[in-house]
């Protein structure tokens, strides 16, 4: 039998590289390479763990949050300067320390309000990548009133537990963005006795958290059973920014407005509003309107819109982010060592197509993959590395005529 053995993995000096030598033992170079990539990654979890505060010389300014966002996001100027001071806001409350001043700084949660491809997730998803608080996106359309089927309102608080790694305080520090808020709208303007499972009745329960809570919350997440053990989750000083395309709350604007706009200089005060762009004068009063009920609105006191995406827009989003669609393409080509090019009359004609579906963003990018998707199929066959590859309007209108896209919308 062998003397010289490692102490973890057993086995004798002859089958390993190195055996290192110690007090009361010997360990083995693969054991000492396996434990110091453990220790690195328990280092690693640890400070990941403790890394979602800040000293308030750290705190990112909103002119630092807004330069950022407009790496990615092209446009929406209101709408980032509103989520910027909401979230630096943010970072000082938990920064405050409590004096005997008596003030203590409340929370703003935030409404953005715009149509779809507008940019309301992906605002979201980019601040994501810059905050050091735990930070979640869900979708408020999987909700439905406690006792059905569907998700609890609580599940969202199980989403922000896992992504702090099961750190209750680190998430009672953390950021939750509710996307399409508007699909749980309530149905009619008025109360109804029936139960609105997924509409109103979501509403009701998203209220205790909102304002700010102790909140039972399921470890692993899933419905609640009554002999589980629960997680305490204190929401006072969660942030909530909700985006919703509240489709045809122009209609509620424009009543409004209409009603005011009346006596001696209605003319005048007519000709003033922006016809094109009715989301601007968006009020609280039009969300009621629409169905959210008024508790709901008051513990959502930040409101900010979204425009319109124009020609303009469309043009840049397809160039000039950080991720653009056209520097997509072009890396997806690199890897294949083709050179991929677009005519500038194919970009146009692209932002012209996504003008007419009027899908905002996301109809460039469902123009751009059909465009694409023949020569995704046959370049890596067809072409080898260094050839050059060029998309000329013909090209793009040929293949948009044939495709299901161009089918769906000649059938309108």
Known sequence: MAKNVCSFCGRSDKEVPLLIKGLSGFICSDCADAAYKIVLENKGATAQKGDFSLALSELPKPHDIKAYLDQYVIGQDDAKRYLAVSVYNHYKRLAQERGDDGVEIEKSNIIMVGPTGTGKTLLARTIAKLLKVPFTIVDATVFTEAGY???????????????????????????????????IARKTDNPSITRDVSGEGVQQGLLKLLEGSIVNVPPKGGRKHPDQDYVHVDTHNILFICGGAFDGIERKIAQRLNTHVVGFNSIQNTRSIDKNNLMKYIQPQDLKSFGLIPEIIGRLPVLTYLDSLDREALHRILLEPKNSLVKQQKKLFAMDGIDLEFSKDTLDYIVDKAVEYKLGARGLRSIMETLMMQLQYDSPSTKKAGDKLVITKEYAEKQLENSLLQEAANSR
């Not at 609890?152 to 950021?175: C, H, N, P, T, Y």
């Open 149 to 183: 089927v569907g998700e609890d309102v609580e599940s969202i608080l199980s989403r922000l537990l896992q992504v702090a790694d099961g750190d209750v305080k680190a998430a009672e520090r953390g950021i939750v963005f509710i996307d399409e808020i508007d699909k």
